[in-house]
């Protein structure tokens, strides 16, 4: 590879990033194996493989891995390619294997943790080198696997931090999305969306916490749901953020912005607690969470106002209506979103049908919010092509942001801190690299 770690370096500056980063396949590639090679990245959630032999295929970057059930229950993520010929063992999606991988070309068969079980015909490969036990002809493990409240994170590589610690102060998002369950589980319903994005994987992540675009970008959506609302006299509580998108800068500039460590972060404040109080469906959902945890934890548990978790590299995930937006890099210009819904366990069913009117109107592919952003991302990718200017500016509040115990605080609600952040991580994961990404054997 021949970009030197002085220029990648060059090409982060604490207000700004040179465009190549959105742009350049070679830095698209090298992402590949020093972030996506490197950092834990959610894999799926455990409720997708339930019993044994149940798998779930995905893309870590550039790598297909399925997540797969033992038979002892463990959780396994292994490279979705067969050691003879190379082939994809599983097809894509989601589906049950049985109590062993069979390779569709010649029937080699793998144990669930990847392990070689067999081949047919045994006398050919008698008295040659071909030995089962050799982890040459098992299907590769990833170097490691782990789990937070039921979602499945997998790293590459053998060395590194623990997952939680990787995570840092985003748990809390997981943690929120779980407890609003009286239960404290959730499970993966209702099938997935998909948007195919035109654009670079790291455009969506700034977007998540891009405060000044909301009531440019949705302009048309908030007209739209502004006429809606006076017709309805009110919208519903799941989608107010449609018209809220048209609120003036002073409301952006009082939320608050918080940015960790591995770029990741969130975003406060932005759902009216009025409005959470005046929802039928916010009530039952709070009557069911005081039986189990009675009214002052459920009132702190419905009280967390989170909109857009950022995990850098794995996605989005939503506590207040119970999503993850798995974001996946396909090539340097375009990204692959899958929008998971959470059903929360012993919540009232009304609860996920708002999640799922959430998910459709605001962010599916034939939303009326979500089409905004993916039209100004395609722009964005379309724009830095030219040679109209080198950088890209994220100058906005530069220089004020609090650093606190663990990370950093906006002193302004659009402040531009998450992206800054966001290219540090970049820039540490980038030049810290060792390309090491193989899998266990
Ligand atoms: S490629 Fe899998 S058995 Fe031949
Ligand atoms: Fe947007």
């Known amino acids: 590879m021949s970009i030197s770690n002085e220029t990648l370096a060059s090409l982060v500056r604490p207000d700004g990033v040179h465009k190549s980063v959105y742009t350049d396949p070679e830095i698209f590639e090298l992402e590949m194996k020093r972030i996506y090679g490197q950092a834990w990245i959610y894999v799926g959630h455990e409720s997708q493989v ?27 993520v ?16 989601d589906g049950t294997t049985g109590k062993f991988f069979r390779c569709p070309y010649h029937a080699w068969t ?17 008295n040659t080198c071909f030995d089962a036990t050799h982890p040459e002809f098992s299907m590769r493990k990833l170097a490691r696997v782990s789990v937070y409240r039921g979602f499945v994170f997998a790293s590459q590589a053998a060395d590194g931090s623990d997952l939680k610690s990787f995570l840092n102060g985003v748990t809390s998002s997981i943690d929120n999305l779980c407890d609003r369950s009286p239960l404290g589980e959730v499970e993966v319903a209702g099938g997935v969306f998909r948007v195919l994005q035109r654009s670079n994987w790291k455009v969506f992540y700034e977007n998540l916490h891009d405060t ?26 799941e989608l107010l953020i449609m018209e809220g998108n048209g609120e003036p800068y002073e409301f952006w500039e009082k939320l608050a912005l918080r940015a960790y460590e591995n770029g990741h972060g969130y975003m406060e404040g932005i759902f009216d607690p009025n409005a959470a109080e005046r929802d039928p469906v916010s009530s039952a959902h709070f009557a069911s969470l005081t039986e189990a945890y009675g009214v002052e934890r459920s009132r702190e548990i419905l009280g967390m106002n989170r909109h857009n978790t950022v995990i850098y590299g794995s996605g989005s995930p939503h506590t207040v209506f119970q999503q993850f937006r798995v974001i996946r890099p396909l090539s340097v210009d375009r990204t692959l979103v899958e929008i998971q819904l959470f059903k929360l366990r012993g919540a ?47 100058h906005r509040y530069a220089g004020t942001d609090v650093v606190v115990e663990d990370g950093m605080v906006s002193i302004n609600g659009t402040s531009e801190l998450p992206m800054r952040n966001q290219f540090v991580a970049w820039k540490r994961f980038m030049l810290n690299a060792t390309d090491a990404a193989k899998g266990t054997e």
């Open 50 to 76: 339930k019993n044994p032999g149940d798998y779930h295929t995905t893309r870590l970057g550039d790598q297909d891995v399925v997540m797969v059930r033992a038979s002892n229950g463990q959780i396994h």
């Open 78 to 93: 292994v490279y979705n390619r067969c050691p003879h010929k190379g082939a994809k063992v599983v097809p894509e999606g």
């Open 110 to 126: 793998f144990k669930l943790d990847g392990t070689h079980l067999s081949a047919p015909l045994k006398n050919g490969l008698q």
């Open 212 to 237: 000044m675009h909301a009531p440019v970008t949705h302009e048309s959506s908030v007209v739209s749901a502004r006429s809606q609302a006076e017709q309805l006299n009110s919208l519903p509580f």
């Open 348 to 394: 009232p069913d009304a609860v996920f049908e708002r999640a799922m009117t959430y998910a459709n109107v605001i962010n599916s592919p034939s939303s009326n919010v979500m089409p905004d952003d993916v039209e100004v991302y395609a722009r964005c990718q379309e724009g830095n092509l030219t040679n109209g200017g080198d950088w890209v500016s994220m």
